[in-house]
């Protein structure tokens, strides 16, 4: 059921720019800075902006704009924003299926970041990745900085652009390059490449304690537990109020991050071989072009970057006054987000081009994405700085803030589906949205202990590839933007917005909505089912059992299957002739619940954001 006449009141955001603040905290998340960077230079470098871009123009803005809007209309969330279109409702319970999936899952990221925070504070000045003589390290522990007097076979390979190398290849590398000051060097040896960065080890035995795979859980990794708890609490606090307190919260949240970004820019570009990086972070490789990954990579990031799909958007939207201008303020979202993508590569790879320098290794090697780039790149890549406690601290504080406002943004998306579509249950009663968001928190904490066990990593991975996987937030966004423009009706859809902003917007929406956006969701969405390959994790040279990869289609199928079948119940259910049931559960006749007043009553507010 959605909110009738009779139910307690609803809340609103205090000003427009408490929705535009939790836009940004949502939008802007650890997506932009451990995976953007990274696929932009490894797909054409500045040339990856021209596909990415055309994305943002057809995908991401389009269905931001559409998902505000959509909330902001009916001052519903993911569930109760069906009854326009009641035969799609399954696409709002598989949104909230695959948020209570990412929330479990997301916020372990928080929770190793707190590690390392924590561990940042230390007496003696230092950090505990930094030497090998702790009591996880291991016999073949060496630091990335002290050079091994070798060259290895794969960057033989990489110089001469070979699948195959030859014996005569390496005879002619060493002749060329082993002189001078290098005249006593050598091929590498299995045990000279088998040797691992304290940093690594760090990571894998201190931090995760990772165990041999998905099939060896091993035990709980009590420090890791209490991070974990410590980040849940922390995300509780930021929402259990509701929106007036989150839309304060968010200010602090959403601006931290740009503080740190600046400083670690402004010291990343000071350092040596910072235009290296820069180099191959922008320098544009026009051929990539040609190729379809590069494409495909463009538009997933921007549906990743964006928060697109899983109800938090329209959440944040419905919390707006009816006559509120959502269309412009959803397309300064959309670009503060695509600029905090760019300036958040300037600081990436400032820093990896000075590593690459001090380790004496191309950029190619030192450059990693996810997870990698966050505990292992930039911890390493700050050993070499002056006050290295300093800018670990600066480090993984933004990191926690960027986590932390994007995870309890989408708890909010969640909880508000759940709350409006059974609002007697929560609101009205004493603590009863504090109480229900608690235990919400409190089941999906215990649930998400399977992530900070000795097999956790592998848990982790699971999830992210399986439960918010490509294929499934495609399978969702795909009927989200049909609903809107083939059965209520892409008309219909734009006298609505005339409604609540005063004009119509642009007629480009319009050929979005209706051919371009749906057309790339589900040829996206069949090339990646087509192109499906089981997940391995490259850097553990680890294959799952069968049982894992049919554990992780069950986290995919459980959202993607909500739209069909709760299609098929619904037309079931519902009485009344063929044409009758069309015209009930595809475009019903309903009110639309306006707020009080006209666009005209909004004026002084709608004019202030033309200043924004």
Same mark, same amino acid.
């Given at each position: ?13 205090? #000003? ?74 399954? &696409? ?16 372990? %990221? ?5 590690? !390392? ?79 691992? #960065? ?6 894998? !035995? ?16 009590? =420090? ?50 910072? /235009?290296?990086?820069? +180099? ?6 026009? #051929? ?29 939207? /419905?919390?707006? +006054? ?29 820093? *990896? ?26 911890? /390493? ?23 932390? =406002?994007?995870?309890?943004?989408? @708890?909010?998306?969640? $909880?508000?589906?759940?709350? =409006?579509?059974?609002?007697?249950? %929560?609101?009205?009663?004493? !603590? ?19 992530? &900070? ?30 609903? *809107? #423009? ?13 409604? @609540? ?13 209706? $051919? ?16 499906? +390959? ?38 079931? &259910? ?8 069309? +015209? ?17 009553? =909004? ?10």
């Amino acid at each position: 059921m959605v909110a009738e006449v009779g139910d307690p009141p609803r809340e609103m955001w205090s #000003s427009w720019a408490d929705f535009i603040m939790s836009c940004i905290g949502y939008a802007i998340g650890l997506g932009n800075v451990w995976r953007f960077p990274y696929l932009c230079y490894q797909n054409g470098g500045g040339a990856f902006l021209i596909p990415w871009g055309i994305s943002i123009i057809i995908c991401g803005m389009p269905l931001f704009i559409l998902e505000t809007s959509w909330g902001q209309l009916l001052s519903v969330g993911g569930l109760g924003m069906f009854k326009i279109c009641p035969i799609f409702k399954g &696409v709002g319970f598989a949104a909230v299926v695959m948020a209570f999936w990412l929330n479990i899952y997301y916020i372990v %990221v928080l929770a190793w970041a707190l590690c !390392y925070l924590v561990q940042s504070f230390r007496l003696d000045g230092n950090v505990p990745w930094r030497n090998c003589d702790n009591d996880w390290n291991t016999a073949n522990c060496r630091s990335e900085y002290d050079r091994l007097p070798c060259d290895s076979n794969q960057t033989i390979k990489q110089h001469y652009d070979l699948e195959i190398l030859t014996y005569e290849h390496i005879l002619e590398y060493k002749k060329r390059f082993f002189v001078g000051d290098k005249k006593n060097w050598r091929i590498c040896t299995e045990k000279d490449l088998a040797v691992i #960065s304290p940093v690594k080890e760090y990571w894998n !035995y201190k931090v995760l304690g990772i165990s041999e795979g998905f099939e060896y859980p091993g035990a709980l990794r009590w =420090d890791l537990a209490l991070y974990l708890c410590i980040a849940w609490i922390l995300c509780y606090l930021c929402i259990f109020k509701g929106v007036k307190w989150t839309g304060k919260v968010v200010y602090v949240t959403a601006s931290f991050p740009y503080v740190m970004l600046c400083c670690l820019l402004i010291r990343g570009l000071t350092l040596e071989g910072a /235009s290296l990086g820069l +180099k191959f972070y922008l320098k544009p490789d026009f #051929s990539k072009l040609w190729d379809a990954k590069v494409w495909i990579d463009a538009v997933t990031q921007v549906f990743f970057s964006y928060g697109l799909g899983l109800g938090a958007l329209v959440a944040l939207g /419905s919390y707006n +006054k009816y006559h509120n201008n959502v269309y412009k303020q959803a397309l300064t979202v959309c670009f503060v987000n695509s600029a905090t993508s760019i300036f958040a590569g300037f600081v990436i790879f400032a820093f *990896i081009g000075f590593m690459a320098t001090q380790q004496g290794k191309s950029v190619e090697e030192v450059a990693q994405a996810g997870p990698g780039l966050l505990f292992l790149a930039y911890p /390493s890549g700050i050993l070499q700085l002056p006050g290295t406690q300093i800018w670990s601290i600066l480090f993984f504080s933004m990191v926690l803030f960027l986590g932390v =406002d994007s995870q309890f943004c989408t @708890m909010e998306g969640f $909880f508000t589906a759940l709350i =409006d579509e059974y609002p007697c249950l %929560v609101r009205g009663k004493k !603590y009863g949205r504090e109480i229900f968001v608690g235990i919400i928190c409190l089941i999906s904490y215990l649930i998400g202990l399977t992530t &900070v066990t000795n097999g956790g990593f592998y848990v982790f991975q699971l999830f992210d590839f399986y439960a918010a996987s490509g294929w499934a937030l495609l399978w969702l966004l795909f009927f989200e933007v049909v609903a *809107i #423009s083939w059965c209520v009706g892409i008309g219909r859809w734009y006298d609505h917005m005339r409604s @609540m902003i005063g004009y119509y917007p642009a007629s480009w929406w319009k050929f979005c909505w209706c $051919f371009a956006t749906p057309a790339v969701c589900g040829a996206m969405m069949f090339f990646g089912l087509y192109n499906y +390959k089981p997940l391995r994790i490259k850097g553990y040279n680890y294959d799952y059992p069968l049982w894992g990869h049919i554990f992780g289609w069950f986290l995919s199928l459980s959202s993607m299957l909500c739209i069909p079948i709760y299609a098929l119940y619904l037309w079931c &259910v519902t009485e009344g002739s063929t044409s009758e049931k069309f +015209k009930k559960l595809f475009r019903p006749d309903i009110e639309i619940p306006c707020a009080k007043g006209s666009p005209d009553d =909004d004026e002084e507010e709608m004019g202030e954001m033309h200043h924004v």
